[in-house]
């Protein structure tokens, strides 16, 4: 075996070893000399032996701070914002207790039922509404004497049906949750009732 024949049976191991799937060269005729070219690799050319190189540096724990508590979200409500009774009945409460209460529920509720019945006419309502104008000295005895008096005759036959009617199914209800009360009971006489604000003429 000649030295071309050993180049060429040497080039051609070289590769079948890095790629064998590439078609063989065709051999060069019987006594020629001519050696064929092996054609160039049409394979990816490796990938760089730097492999940190084109990779994003990894995060640090600097990159994403937490949020501090200076710039924490408090806008959120607290999860139960309607204060609790201070007392175990409304009677039981200081003076101070009550204002305090009927400033926090008790005027908020009662004005919400109010304007969802006419709300021109109570989009204003304020302390002296039920308390009269004492409310304005911090004077707040009830029944109030400024109030309309009623007469329960022939079941408050003389006083409009309809305001009858929305004083006992939804403002009397309302008022009586807010401090605390049961409506008043005709069967037991207990209860919060018309007595507690209007003064009644039988």
Same mark, same amino acid.
């Given at each position: 075996?000649?030295? &071309?024949?050993?180049?060429?049976?040497?080039?051609?191991?070289?590769?079948?070893?890095?790629?064998?799937?590439?078609?063989?060269?065709?051999?060069?005729?019987?006594?020629?000399?001519?050696?064929?070219?092996?054609?160039?690799?049409?394979?990816?050319?490796?990938?760089?032996?730097?492999?940190?190189?084109?990779?994003?540096?990894?995060?640090?724990?600097?990159?994403?701070?937490?949020?501090?508590?200076?710039?924490? /979200? #408090?806008?959120?409500?607290?999860? /139960?914002?309607?204060?609790?009774?201070?007392?175990?009945?409304?009677?039981?409460?200081?003076?101070?207790? &009550?204002?305090?209460?009927?400033?926090?529920?008790?005027?908020?509720?009662?004005?919400?039922?109010? #304007?969802?019945?006419?709300?021109?006419?109570?989009?204003?309502?304020?302390?002296?509404?039920? %308390?009269?104008?004492?409310?304005?000295?911090?004077?707040?005895?009830?029944?109030?004497?400024?109030?309309?008096?009623?007469?329960?005759?022939?079941?408050?036959?003389? %006083? /409009?049906? /309809?305001?009858?009617?929305?004083?006992?199914?939804?403002?009397?209800?309302?008022?009586?949750?807010?401090?605390?009360?049961?409506?008043?009971?005709?069967?037991?006489?207990?209860?919060?009732?018309?007595?507690?604000?209007?003064?009644?003429?039988?």
């Amino acid at each position: 075996m000649n030295a &071309k024949t050993i180049f060429l049976a040497s080039t051609l191991a070289v590769a079948v070893a890095c790629g064998g799937s590439q078609p063989a060269p065709t051999p060069p005729p019987a006594g020629s000399t001519e050696v064929t070219a092996i054609p160039p690799s049409s394979a990816t050319p490796p990938a760089p032996t730097d492999s940190t190189a084109s990779a994003p540096p990894a995060p640090t724990a600097s990159s994403t701070p937490a949020p501090s508590a200076s710039t924490a /979200d #408090t806008s959120a409500p607290p999860a /139960d914002a309607t204060p609790k009774m201070p007392a175990a009945s409304w009677d039981a409460m200081s003076h101070d207790q &009550k204002v305090d209460w009927m400033k926090k529920v008790v005027m908020p509720k009662a004005k919400q039922v109010f #304007t969802d019945y006419k709300a021109d006419k109570y989009a204003n309502m304020n302390c002296a509404t039920c %308390h009269g104008s004492g409310a304005k000295s911090g004077k707040f005895k009830m029944p109030n004497p400024e109030l309309p008096k009623l007469s329960m005759a022939g079941g408050f036959k003389k %006083h /409009d049906p /309809d305001v009858v009617k929305f004083m006992a199914t939804k403002v009397l209800p309302a008022v009586a949750d807010a401090i605390g009360e049961k409506p008043f009971d005709p069967a037991t006489k207990q209860g919060f009732g018309c007595k507690e604000c209007h003064i009644v003429n039988k």
